[in-house]
């Protein structure tokens, strides 16, 4: 059976990613969330070392699911692994756009790759690393938009 890969900078790791990590498990009854660097990512807020952690206590019950981090490219880290199911969340039409295009890439330079998009649950739709940095620097409470060990490393960073 091939291990579909679901993965991200998780920078930070948010419900929104915990979302499709729960529903990928489900109908594949084993997942490799991956976390990766992204060089189109300019302000990190963990290393990959700290966000790998988070990821794996977050994922700790979640059973059949496991993590790695993977510092090269998805389609190296799919040759390498011999995988070839990548799954991805999409909040909207601006993530489709931009992951069916990565999608399309992969898939002419690695024929056998299949990208599946799984929507985000609605009521988490706004939710993006991105904007919790933003409201984690305001000061705001993060607390129900992240596991509770992301929001303990956001406090503590």
Same mark, same amino acid.
């Given at each position: 059976?091939?291990?579909?890969?679901?993965?991200?900078? +998780? $920078?930070?790791? &948010?419900? *929104? &990613?915990? $979302?499709?990590? !729960?529903?990928?498990?489900?109908?594949?009854?084993?997942?490799?969330?991956?976390?990766?660097?992204?060089?189109?990512?300019?302000?990190?807020?963990?290393?990959? /070392?700290?966000?790998?952690?988070?990821?794996?206590?977050?994922?700790? $019950?979640?059973?059949?699911?496991?993590?790695?981090?993977?510092? *090269?490219?998805?389609?190296?880290?799919?040759?390498?692994?011999?995988? /070839?199911?990548? !799954?991805?969340? @999409?909040?909207?039409?601006? $993530?489709? #756009?931009?992951?069916?295009?990565?999608?399309?890439?992969?898939? &002419?330079?690695?024929? &056998?790759?299949?990208?599946?998009?799984?929507?985000? #649950?609605?009521?988490?739709? +706004? %939710?993006?690393?991105?904007?919790?940095?933003?409201?984690?620097?305001?000061?705001?409470? %993060?607390?129900? +938009? %992240?596991? /509770? @060990?992301?929001?303990?490393?956001?406090? *503590?960073?």
């Amino acid at each position: 059976m091939v291990r579909p890969v679901f993965p991200g900078s +998780f $920078d930070p790791m &948010h419900n *929104g &990613h915990l $979302d499709i990590i !729960i529903r990928a498990q489900r109908i594949f009854g084993d997942l490799m969330v991956l976390v990766m660097e992204n060089p189109l990512k300019s302000e990190s807020r963990f290393t990959l /070392k700290e966000r790998l952690a988070i990821v794996n206590e977050s994922i700790r $019950d979640i059973e059949g699911t496991r993590a790695a981090s993977f510092d *090269g490219s998805l389609l190296d880290y799919l040759r390498q692994e011999e995988t /070839k199911i990548v !799954i991805k969340g @999409v909040r909207g039409s601006v $993530d489709l #756009d931009s992951e069916m295009q990565m999608a399309q890439i992969n898939r &002419h330079l690695e024929r &056998h790759v299949e990208t599946l998009f799984l929507p985000t #649950d609605p009521a988490l739709s +706004f %939710v993006s690393g991105t904007r919790i940095r933003e409201l984690v620097d305001l000061g705001v409470d %993060v607390s129900t +938009f %992240v596991p /509770k @060990v992301t929001r303990r490393k956001l406090e *503590g960073s």
